[in-house]
């Protein structure tokens, strides 16, 4: 005590005092630490914003960024019939293929020939000029709600692209003119020979392709150089999303696709519009950051 006394006639303040003044400062940890992506294969729909990470210690949720909340994701979209209004493609085909075209769509529908030959026979009966071609897409009907979807993924860095057993022109005359075209695009390839007669191509087709498609979107959406930890969403309307439906993680349904899921037992979101697809996927904040 009498040491004490002294101390506090020569600094006119308790020692004990001035110590417990001083700011007590521990290691902080980063946040990442306290968090891990999901990586368990489910069939459930889900939100991104809750259901990608799983807690490892009762860190406030408020301190990630968006971005370190859905970074883990992918996210891949029909065209013909989810971002179109229409099928794009029988479109055309209505327009201006020759009658014959629809033989060929019967044959296809009753199984006895692969979607792929199926676009090959038909593309080859259409009679229009590029220039022609590009006028009649700009006119198709779209879902704006990509324009909301794209606009999303980019605020939460999340890779959207489109997979299409299209045809790759209509889809691009689609993107510019919603000046989407930064968006990556796998689909069937169309040109025109020196005769001007149209063919179409495919570059991303697959021979071990369950569903004979043009496009294998089960080869791009599960290629095995995605990251295993990465959750795939999958947003689509009819037969050609069939079989990548049965093996991603969620599933976004409309038209058609919705009986066939659930005739599978496939678990799916049902949607009418993209701009449902991105508010299901991205809530509003009710809190304040």
């Not at 697959?206 to 999958?234: D, N």
């Not at 009986?259 to 678990?267: L, M, T």
Request: glycine letters at 6%; proline letters at 6%; one cysteine or more.
């Amino acid at each position: 005590m009498l040491i004490l006394a002294v101390c506090c006639s020569l600094y006119g303040v308790c020692p004990l005092v001035r110590f417990i003044r001083r700011p007590i400062v521990f290691p902080v940890r980063p946040v990442r630490e306290y968090y891990q992506f999901s990586s368990e294969a489910s069939t459930v729909p889900f939100n991104l914003n809750d259901s990608l990470l799983k807690k490892k210690h009762p860190t406030n949720e408020r301190e990630l960024r968006p971005s370190q909340r859905v970074r883990a994701t992918e996210i891949f979209c029909d065209f013909d019939g989810t971002i179109t209004s229409v099928d794009g493609t029988d479109a055309v085909l209505e327009a201006f293929a020759r009658p014959a075209w629809r033989e060929w769509e019967d044959r296809w529908v009753r199984g006895e020939i692969s979607s792929q030959e199926c676009l090959a026979r038909q593309v080859a009966l259409i009679q229009v000029d590029r220039d022609r071609l590009v006028s009649f897409a700009a006119g198709l009907p779209v879902d704006t709600g990509i324009v909301t979807l794209a606009r999303r993924c980019a605020e939460y860095d999340i890779p959207l692209t489109i997979v299409s057993d299209g045809i790759d022109l209509l889809i691009e005359e689609v993107l510019r003119r919603h000046g989407l075209l930064h968006l990556p695009v796998f689909s069937n390839h169309l040109r025109w020979d020196e005769t001007g007669m149209p063919s179409l191509n495919f570059p991303f087709a697959a021979q071990e392709c369950e569903s004979r498609a043009g496009t294998c979107k089960c080869a791009i959406a599960l290629s095995p150089g995605r990251r295993s930890t990465a959750r795939t969403v999958y947003i689509g309307d009819g037969r050609s999303d069939h079989c990548v439906s049965a093996k991603v993680h969620t599933v976004f349904a409309k038209g058609a696709l919705q009986g066939w899921c659930a005739r599978q037992n496939i678990a799916y979101e049902p949607f009418q519009t993209l701009t449902q697809v991105a508010e299901h996927l991205f809530p509003k904040e009710t809190h304040s950051i």
